[in-house]
T-cell receptor, first 113, second 111 residues
Framework: GENVEQHPSTLSVQEGDSAVIKCTYSDSASNYFPWYKQELGKGPQLIIDIRSNVGEKKDQRIAVTLNKTAKHFSLHITETQPEDSAVYFCAAPRNSGYSTLTFGKGTMLLVSP | EAQVTQNPRYLITVTGKKLTVTCSQNMNHEYMSWYRQDPGLGLRQIYYSMNVEVTDKGDVPEGYKVSRKEKRNFPLILESPSPNQTSLYFC??????????FGPGTRLTVT
């Protein structure tokens, strides 16, 4: 099965700064890498994902990059805002062919005004 | 509105008293999963189901049971809860595209 490592566990930035969260995975056959955001008191929600046939994907202030050779992928948030404060989880497919995910341990992002 | 619902949202119970947490989705998804979330450990999968009557163990299945008699429902059963099952539980559903839709969570305390 897949093993996903996520760093850092906590990240504090000033409003307007950029934030980067990194994940590594173990199964070279993995082909789908999503990022979830969990706001306080809510369930995680998908914010962006990338498949292995591309190296980067952007959606407004967030982007994800993928390095298949090194087996790592990163979440980039630019121009951070206080509402970006949340716990972020990366994930990778748990088993090839099944629609279940193995999640990283999460990163608590705090954006200070 | 497309959603995953869980009940109850909060539950305090005592060791050994059987309980069931219900999960229902209205998106006609084949796949459903249960996770528990604990500080420092992230989200760990308990059980998952690929379709009606098809279930399999996740990473931490001990002490839990599930059933999938209907496509929309996936209840989590704790036959004899223990304090180490105190946690925040999430149900999720998905199609084969991997995107998972999570419920709002159930906070369980076992004393």
């Amino acid at each position: 099965g897949e093993n996903v490592e996520q760093h850092p566990s906590t990240l504090s930035v000033q409003e307007g700064d950029s934030a980067v969260i990194k994940c590594t995975y173990s199964d070279s056959a993995s082909n789908y890498f999503p990022w979830y955001k969990q706001e306080l008191g809510k369930g995680p929600q998908l914010i962006i994902d990338i498949r292995s046939n591309v190296g980067e994907k952007k959606d407004q202030r967030i982007a994800v990059t993928l390095n298949k050779t090194a087996k790592h992928f990163s979440l980039h948030i630019t121009e951070t805002q206080p509402e970006d404060s949340a716990v972020y989880f990366c994930a990778a497919p748990r088993n090839s062919g099944y629609s279940t995910l193995t999640f990283g341990k999460g990163t608590m992002l705090l954006v200070s005004p | 509105e497309a959603q995953v619902t869980q009940n109850p949202r909060y539950l305090i119970t005592v060791t050994g008293k059987k309980l069931t947490v219900t999960c229902s989705q209205n998106m006609n998804h084949e796949y459903m999963s249960w996770y528990r979330q604990d500080p420092g450990l992230g989200l760990r999968q308990i059980y998952y189901s690929m379709n009606v009557e098809v279930t399999d163990k996740g990473d931490v299945p001990e002490g839990y049971k599930v059933s999938r008699k209907e496509k929309r429902n996936f209840p989590l059963i704790l036959e004899s809860p223990s304090p180490n099952q105190t946690s925040l539980y999430f149900c999720a559903s998905s199609r084969s595209s991997y995107e998972q839709y999570f419920g709002p969570g159930t906070r369980l305390t076992v004393t």
